[in-house]
T-cell receptor
């Protein structure tokens, strides 16, 4: 009964390929997020999404696109992968959109390695 | 530029000892500050969330303090256990950014027997 799950856990691919990472939450939350954790362990938000609004961190290249088939899923699609995309990607969710003190629940992460 | 700085970067203590981790931030305006625990190979787990009006908050052996005037927070771990070995991340939310959080680089704590 995992709250926030991601697949795959590990992803190794060649430069230039297109790949997707899937995220599902069974908490009934309204808002989902994608984060990137680099080699220095800094977590940076990439996207925040609920039924009404997609908030994009302006530093995220447009090769990255979130896709949400329904409220429980927010997948991350990456086009034309580059070496610098290698990182751990975390999905998260929270219950109430815009509530500033709402706890975010994180998935286990997907380690992406671009060769 | 919004920044969150944590110290020390890493810390080794013996099981049963106490320790204190520090967090300084320049995020403004300020809405709330969170401490997360991240075990190796796993996602962060929330320990505490404090708004500007809260000075201290406890969660079992974890006690977080917040001084919104000096923009400093600390996380005190009492009677450390081997399972406390993890990275502890300080996260600050600006007042007008909803759920857009600024993360610190974390303090890597190792508890040895």
């Amino acid at each position: 009964d995992t709250a926030v799950s991601q697949t795959p856990k590990y992803l190794v691919t060649q430069m230039g390929n297109d790949k997707s990472i899937k995220c599902e939450q069974n908490l009934g939350h309204d808002t989902m997020y994608w984060y990137k954790q680099d080699s220095k362990k800094f977590l940076k938000i990439m996207f925040s999404y609920n039924n009404k609004e997609l908030i994009i961190n302006e530093t995220v290249p447009n090769r990255f696109s979130p896709k949400s088939p329904d409220k429980a899923h927010l997948n991350l699609h990456i086009n034309s992968l580059e070496l610098g995309d290698s990182a751990v990607y975390f999905c998260a969710s929270s219950g109430i959109a815009g509530l500033r003190t709402d706890t975010q629940y994180f998935g286990p992460g997907t380690r992406l390695t671009v060769l | 530029k919004n920044q969150v700085e944590q110290s020390p970067q890493s810390l080794i203590i013996l099981e049963g000892k106490n320790c204190t981790l520090q967090c300084n931030y320049t995020v403004s305006p300020f809405s709330n500050l969170r401490w997360y625990k991240q075990d190796t190979g796993r996602g962060p787990v929330s320990l505490t969330i404090m708004t500007f009006s809260e000075n201290t908050k406890s969660n079992r052996r974890y006690t977080a303090t917040l001084d919104a005037d000096t923009k400093q927070s600390s996380l005190h771990i009492t009677a450390s256990q081997l399972s406390d070995s993890a990275s502890y991340i300080c996260v600050v939310s600006p007042d007008n950014a909803g759920n857009m959080l600024t993360f610190g680089g974390g303090t890597r704590l190792m508890v040895k027997p």
